[in-house]
C-alpha cells in the first residue's frame, strides 16, 4: 500500500483523535507525500536527523517525541512547534532558558514512564505532580499535554497502562492553572493506537503502519 492509501486508511479510525505521523527515517520527499495526502503534524525523534530535512519540507507542526539532550534544546526550540519528550526537571529548565533567549513560549508535553520502567525515559506517576508545581514558575514554557511510551507487549497487553494514562490526564486537567493547560493526551502507536484512542487518546503517534517498516 502506498504512503497515501495507509494514511487515509488510518484517519478513518481516528474519530476526534489526531494523528502525528512518526517519520524518523523517512526521507523529506516521502514526507511530503503524506503531507500532499492530508498529514498535518509530523513527529521526529533526533534534532540532528531534522534539521537536515527541515528546510525541504512543505509546511506542518512539527513535534519532537524522541528524548532531548540539554546541549540540543536550543535548536530543538528554533526546530520544533512542540516538545512532547520532556522527560525531566532539568530538561523544561534548560527549555525555559533557551525559549526564553528566543522570545517563544515553548508548547510541551511531560513524558510519563507509566510502566516504571528502569531503561525507559519519563516522569514516574507519582512524580508529575511534584514536578507540575516546579513548573509553574518558569514563563517560557507551557505545558498543554502528556505523552507516554508503554512497555512493549500487545496491544491489549498495553490498554491498562493507557488507562492509567487517562486517570492521571483526568485528575491534572482539574488543576490547570498558569502555564499549565493540560488538554492533549498523547499515547499509541502503530500496534497499539486502535487501542489507544479506545482508551481516550486525544493524540496517536504512527510511523510504520504509514510509511512501512524502518530499517535498523
Ligand atoms: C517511533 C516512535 C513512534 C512510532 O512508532 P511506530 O511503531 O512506527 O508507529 C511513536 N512514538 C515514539 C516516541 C517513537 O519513537
Redesign the pocket.
Known amino acids: 500500500m502506498s504512503v497515501t492509501q495507509n494514511l487515509k486508511s488510518i484517519c478513518n479510525e481516528l474519530k476526534n483523535t489526531k494523528l502525528v505521523c ?1 517519520t ?1 527515517t523517512v526521507c523529506s520527499e516521502r514526507i511530503n507525500e503524506a503531507i500532499c495526502a492530508g498529514a498535518t503534524i509530523i ?1 521526529e ?1 533526533r534534532v540532528r536527523e531534522f534539521e537536515e530535512k527541515y528546510d525541504q519540507l512543505l509546511p506542518c507542526e512539527k513535534h519532537l ?2 528524548h532531548l539532550q540539554t546541549n540540543k534544546v536550543k535548536k530543538a526550540v528554533q526546530f520544533f512547534d512542540l516538545i512532547q ?1 520532556v522527560d525531566s526537571l532539568k530538561l523544561i529548565q534548560e527549555i525555559d532558558t533557551k525559549a526564553g533567549a528566543a522570545g517563544k513560549v515553548q508548547e510541551v508535553f511531560l513524558q510519563v514512564n507509566v510502566g516504571n520502567e528502569p531503561q525507559k525515559y519519563g516522569f514516574k506517576l507519582n512524580d508529575v505532580r511534584p514536578a507540575i508545581t516546579e513548573i509553574r514558575s518558569l514563563k517560557n514554557v507551557r505545558v498543554t499535554g502528556l505523552m507516554c ?1 508503554p512497555p512493549f507487549l500487545s496491544a491489549e497487553q498495553v490498554r491498562p497502562y493507557f488507562k492509567k494514562m487517562k486517570l492521571l490526564f483526568d485528575e491534572i486537567k482539574q488543576e490547570n492553572q498558569d502555564n499549565i493547560e493540560i488538554r492533549e493526551l498523547s499515547m499509541g ?3 497499539d493506537y486502535k487501542v489507544a484512542i479506545e482508551e481516550g487518546a486525544t493524540i496517536v ?5 504509514i510509511f512501512g517498516d ?1 530499517k535498523q
Open positions: 512518526v524518523k513527529g525523534n517525541i524522541g519528550s511510551i502507536m502503530s500496534g503517534r504512527v510511523g510504520s503502519a524502518r
